[in-house]
């Protein structure tokens, strides 16, 4: 049974930083495709960054510079790393993670966490 639980979202004023994390059972951080997506009322999810089994990342432009995806395998926690926070970075942001790398289709979703700016 896999599980993904997000945690460390919250109230930051603009130009500050949150760090996100996501910790995961049931599934292997290491050797998996993850990703972090934000989703505002009405609106379409939307990817933000992404980071495959070697480590190599890709991001959004609106965050590219400022939002860092890493990973930590032993603890098998996904992190977002989040700074020069924008007002429009307020949305609800989940993990996501995929069986097979690079394909359109996440498979397993976290509850999400809030971060508001």
């Known amino acids: 049974h896999v599980q993904l639980v997000e945690s460390g979202g919250g109230l930051v004023q603009a130009g500050g930083s949150l760090s996100l994390s996501c910790a995961a059972s049931?599934?292997?951080?290491?050797?998996?495709?993850m990703a972090w997506f934000r989703q505002l009322p009405g609106k379409e999810r939307e990817g933000v960054a992404r980071?495959?089994?070697?480590?190599?990342?890709r991001y959004i432009d609106s965050v590219n510079g400022r939002f860092t995806i890493s990973k930590d395998n032993p603890k098998n926690t996904l992190y977002l790393q989040m700074n020069s926070l924008e007002p429009e970075d307020t949305a609800m942001y989940y993990c996501?993670?995929?069986?097979?790398?690079?394909?359109?289709?996440?498979?397993?979703w976290g509850r999400g966490t809030q971060v508001t700016v």
């Open positions: 996501a993670a995929q069986t097979v790398c690079y394909s359109d289709h996440w498979q397993y």
């Open positions: 049931g599934y292997s951080v290491s050797t998996n495709c």
């Open positions: 980071i495959d089994f070697t480590g190599r990342t």
